[in-house]
């Protein structure tokens, strides 16, 4: 197995005691298969991806790559952070170069700048490569942060709710981009998608995490999805299996907030 | 065809008046600020000028009055190269001599203070080593460290820059740490993620993020260096412009030390705006 999580626990020491933020997660994913792992906001979704990433230290359990151990960040994992994490002094081109030119190895200088202009292009940011983040919208952002994690040509991708800022055209479009990527890589890389967007998940995972909710939380349920790849999300919306998984993770995901019917009529006037 | 170009034209010039209007527009809001900015400081140097006058008839000429000491300024600025032997010069050559000591004092002490600010400001075990040192010498007056600087250099002039020296030391010393300090772990996870070297990690993110910070630390230690080699000139004598304070004063000449204190004044104000422009220049919205 590609990566391997085993008996995860991380937490936290806080003024008020240990937090546990997520326990008892076990997770195994196959080189180049797509897992998202979706849930209500706190629910570790982050904590566990940070942890793969190796920017967090498991307080018991182990999570291994090709059954090394995690011990710290590495370029095998490209990350795109929640919140861009650009360096606002570099520009479009030079946030994404300074991260090839550190990330990719046995390369010359001739090539890693070939690498960037080849991912500026793919995001459409030729005509911003110039510009400072603080210059270009918050899709753009993002943007770059996604040609930043594909540019160092990673083993996994690990992208933290990657598309939450962006609007709906944008979105569906760098979803489609996100998975066209992948097809020219011969599928070969590994994705790890945190997101709070139930179709997102569908259209985009081979398998569906969907956590309990935290403090402590765990993982409640895997999907395994069968939906045709490449996939079409028009097509895709009609078929019976997208519809039995939506039903599905709605309901894990919404069966806490059940509505007596009645209290959404309260105080509404009666018409005559 | 005609009629249709016509008003295309019209259209066309119409918009321009347009675009021009709402162009001009922050222009002029730009220059009413600056004109009302303007007015408000000539209005607080009238005050000054009609205070300082009430005084110099109050005292009876004893301090002298704005036309004695403006005439005075103007004598001194129509020659300021004149050089007549090691206790005359002109008030050009003195302002030169103070602002080199500055300069070289001011330059070592960044030299020193910057990288050891970064020092403390990345590693822990630095600042709880060197901070209580920061923290007992900081206060000190720089002027108390002159007969020190006279046992080793037997130079006053030299001793003069080392006590420019030492107070550039702190500012910039603690706002270098603090800038290091606070850098944001979101640029230090990018640097983890896409294994940025030392080297990397230091041209890339740490001195892009604390350069502001370092060049507030450089702008408070240039303005205390400015208070200070006065003061310093004083106890060395020499060349400079506190010197040439302490010179008029012995040569009984009021309206010398007053310019000699405007002069003193504006050069400050000039090293202030300096570094606060950079400053301006150096710092990104995230």
């Known amino acids: 197995m590609y990566l391997e999580i085993n008996n995860l ?80 002094w570099l520009t479009v081109y030079q946030n994404i170069f300074q991260a090839v030119d550190a990330a990719v190895k046995n390369k010359t200088r001739e090539e890693k700048k070939e690498i960037v202009e080849k991912y500026i292009k793919m995001v459409n940011l030729s005509a911003h490569r110039e510009k400072l983040p603080q210059q270009i919208s918050g899709g753009m952002k993002q943007r770059v942060a996604i040609a930043r994690a594909f540019a160092i040509n990673p083993d996994m991708l690990l992208m933290d709710e990657p598309f939450g800022a962006l609007d709906a055209l944008t979105k569906g479009d760098m979803q489609l981009e996100l998975l066209k990527l992948w097809n020219l890589d011969n599928r070969s890389k590994t994705i790890i998608l945190v997101t709070h967007d139930i179709e997102e998940a569908i259209f985009l995972s081979d398998r569906i995490v969907v956590m309990t909710d935290g403090p402590a939380a765990t993982i409640r349920e895997i999907e395994e999805l069968h939906l045709p790849r490449p996939r079409n999300k028009k097509a895709i919306i009609s078929m019976p299996e997208y519809k039995l998984i939506r039903e599905r993770l709605l309901s894990l995901l919404m069966d806490k907030v059940e509505v007596d019917e009645a209290d959404f009529y309260k105080g509404v006037p009666v018409e005559a | 065809m005609n009629a249709q170009t016509n008003s295309a034209a019209i259209e066309l010039t119409s918009s321009a008046a347009l675009s021009d209007r709402i162009s001009l527009k922050p222009l002029l809001n730009k220059l009413s600020g600056a004109l009302q900015a303007s007015a408000y400081t000539l209005g607080g140097f009238g005050i000054l000028l009609v205070l300082w006058y009430l005084l110099s008839k109050l005292t009876a000429g004893a301090l002298p009055g704005p036309v004695a000491t403006l005439t005075v300024l103007w004598e001194m600025l129509k020659d300021p190269f004149y050089d007549y032997g090691p206790n005359d010069k002109g008030i050009a050559l003195q302002l030169i001599s103070s602002l080199g000591k500055v300069f070289i004092g001011f330059a070592l002490g960044s030299v020193v203070a910057i990288p050891i600010g970064i020092l403390m400001g990345a590693n822990s075990f630095c600042n709880k080593l060197f901070y209580p040192i920061v923290q007992i010498l900081k206060p000190v007056s720089p002027l108390a460290w002159f007969p020190i600087g006279l046992a080793v250099f037997q130079n006053a002039g030299t001793a003069t820059i ?101 002069i003193i004044g504006i050069v400050g104000l000039l090293l202030d705006r300096f570094f606060a422009v950079l400053e301006k220049k150096f710092t990104y919205a995230s």
Request: hydrophobic fraction near 45%.
């Open chain 1, 9 to 88: 626990e991380i937490s936290f020491a806080t003024p008020k005691g240990k937090f546990v933020a997520v326990r008892n997660v076990d997770l195994q994913v196959k080189k180049g298969e797509i897992v998202s792992i979706i849930g209500h906001s706190g629910c570790g979704k982050s904590t566990i991806m940070n942890a793969v990433a190796g920017m967090l230290t498991p307080t018991k359990g182990t999570v291994t790559i090709n059954g090394v151990p995690v011990k710290g960040p590495g370029p095998d994992r490209g990350i795109v952070f929640q919140n861009y994490s650009l360096l606002p």
């Open chain 2, 162 to 262: 080392f006590i420019i020296f030492i107070t550039s030391l702190w500012s910039t010393l603690i706002n270098t740490a603090f800038g290091v300090g606070s850098i944001p772990k979101d640029h230090k996870n990018v640097a983890k993620a896409f294994g940025f070297s030392t080297w990397r990690y230091i041209t890339k993110i740490l001195i892009p993020y604390s350069l502001p910070h370092i060049i507030t630390g450089l702008r408070l230690s240039i303005s205390v260096a400015w208070l200070v080699i006065v003061a310093g000139e004083m106890l060395s004598g020499g060349l400079g412009i506190g010197f040439f304070v302490w010179d008029s004063w012995n040569a009984l000449s009021l309206e010398k030390v007053i310019a000699a204190i405007l």
